[in-house]
């Protein structure tokens, strides 16, 4: 039984018993023909027997693994690998057909490939998941045919490998530089003038061209008879928190992920950032209550407890209490922190609505509010227009795109700072964020 749900017809063996069929026909025509048909039909048994014992002769003909990352990160290409070693003594055509989570589906997955006699290859493949959670792989399927190529013999591997998709650590490492490097020009970071300077005392050093005059030390100055100035360095230990709005308004799709799954890949990155600063990170969400809290440390262990914290957000569809939040952050955040809130707002009712708590939270703290541009609105308002509709919808189009800038003007009027940036440069303009208000000291 188990050798029958193993062999399997290739298509080559198809061919040549319609070519057969076809030559019964014309031996009723011809019947000089009919010896001949019977003696092809012997021979195509012959040699399907012989594919049959070149197969199954050797018991492990193949060794297969599928090589997958620890966790996949949300949102990116994340690589998968095959490796096959060829234990027959012969050259193999693999059909290689991996049973890849349904969450992707992707139904026509095939790898064609030759191998030579004991030889090993690896071959990959890119997933690219767009929501957290468990992925469940199914069998790594491998059809192998002799040269002959008239019989297949499936080989499984790998049943049931189970891979968790968590927050794009892809992009934490590639900002994981940002914390230290001086030069940010690359990362496309402006510049940003210091106003005044920070009094946390770092060292005196000696006077360098570009050193700020105000910061001589004049003691230092006439015992070492050089000029020598004062070094102050960025304020640590400050608490700064990364509040998600996890209701409706951010189910909103973008490329595949909502703006909730964007909203946390930043936040992990920015955490990273926040930490290595030296400052103190915490996050928390919201909706209609406040959970998945992680208090602002700087613990060596803080980065792990965030990751599975945000791996355990779940979404929901409810409309989210600002009232709460207000109440919460009152309640739980004593010290004076750096609030940065991932939240949308599509219209100035929507903003009016939510703007007393916010200008409560920002009595109390330094609250920058992050929200999204709709990138679909750019595509219609850059599109030419030839119809009466299509100007109709411009014109919609830039009043949606002229209330997000009323909503970043009206939240400024408050001494609240905003950032309006689209998705897919949402954790850039994060960092941007949190280091420009570092860089300004006005936390």
């Known amino acids: 039984m188990k050798f029958i749900k193993s062999l399997y017809l290739n298509n080559f063996f ?9 030559l019964f026909v014309c031996a009723f025509i011809f019947p000089n023909l009919y010896n001949a048909v019977w003696f092809v039909v012997l021979v195509l048994v012959t040699f399907s027997g012989i594919d049959i014992l070149l197969l199954y002769i050797t018991k492990t003909g193949i060794e297969a693994e599928r090589i997958t990352p620890e966790k996949l990160s949300n949102g990116d ?3 998968v690998k095959i490796q096959i070693k060829n234990h027959y003594t012969f050259k193999i055509s693999a059909k290689i057909i991996d049973e890849i989570p349904f969450q992707f589906q992707v139904r026509n997955f095939k790898i064609v490939k030759t191998i030579k006699a004991s030889e090993q290859k690896e071959f990959g493949y890119d ?3 767009t929501e957290r ?5 199914g069998y790594l399927n491998i059809y192998v045919s002799s040269p002959l190529k008239l019989i297949s013999k ?16 892809i992009q934490l490492r590639k900002y994981d530089l940002l914390a230290f490097s001086n030069n940010l020009y690359q990362y496309g970071i402006k510049k940003i003038r210091r106003i005044g300077h920070t009094m946390e005392f770092e060292q005196i050093k000696e006077y360098v061209q570009g050193d700020d005059l105000r910061t001589l030390n004049w003691k230092a100055t006439a015992k070492k008879n050089s000029l020598m100035v004062n070094q102050f360095q960025d304020e640590k230990s400050q608490s700064v928190y990364m509040a998600i709005d996890k209701g409706r308004v951010m189910q909103m799709p973008f490329d595949g992920l909502s703006l909730l799954d964007y909203a946390i890949n930043s936040t992990l990155v920015l955490a990273n950032v926040i930490l290595k600063k030296q400052d103190k990170a915490g996050i928390f969400a919201f909706s209609k209550k406040v959970e998945n809290r992680v208090f602002a440390e700087k613990k060596s262990s803080q980065m792990q407890k965030i990751l599975e914290t945000l791996y355990n957000i779940k979404t929901d569809f409810f409309e989210s209490d600002y009232s709460r939040l207000y109440v919460d952050i009152k309640k739980n955040i004593n010290q004076r922190s750096l609030i940065i809130l991932y939240t949308n707002f599509e219209t100035m ?5 939510q703007l007393p708590y916010l200008k409560g939270i920002a009595k109390s703290h330094l609250l920058v509010v992050v929200f999204f541009s709709n990138t679909e609105l750019n595509a219609i308002i850059n599109k030419k227009t030839d119809t009466i509709q299509e100007v109709y919808d411009k014109v ?10 009323l909503i970043a003007n009206e939240l400024k009027k408050y001494g609240i700072h905003s950032v309006l940036t689209q998705p897919e440069n949402l954790t850039l303009d994060a960092i941007n964020k949190y ?3 570092k860089a300004r000291g006005i936390l």
Request: glycine letters at 8%; proline letters at 7%; zero cysteines.
């Open 154 to 169: 499936r080989y499984s591997f790998d049943k049931d490998k189970m891979v968790p998709t968590y927050p794009s650590y």
């Open 133 to 137: 959670g468990e992925y469940y792989f």
């Open 127 to 129: 997933l690219r998941p």
């Open 349 to 353: 009712d929507g903003l009016n609505r």
């Open 14 to 22: 198809f061919y040549v018993l319609l070519g057969i069929i076809g």
């Open 396 to 405: 919609i189009a830039e009043k949606f795109m002229f209330e997000k800038r």
């Open 435 to 437: 280091l420009e208000i």
């Open 77 to 79: 290409l994340n690589p």
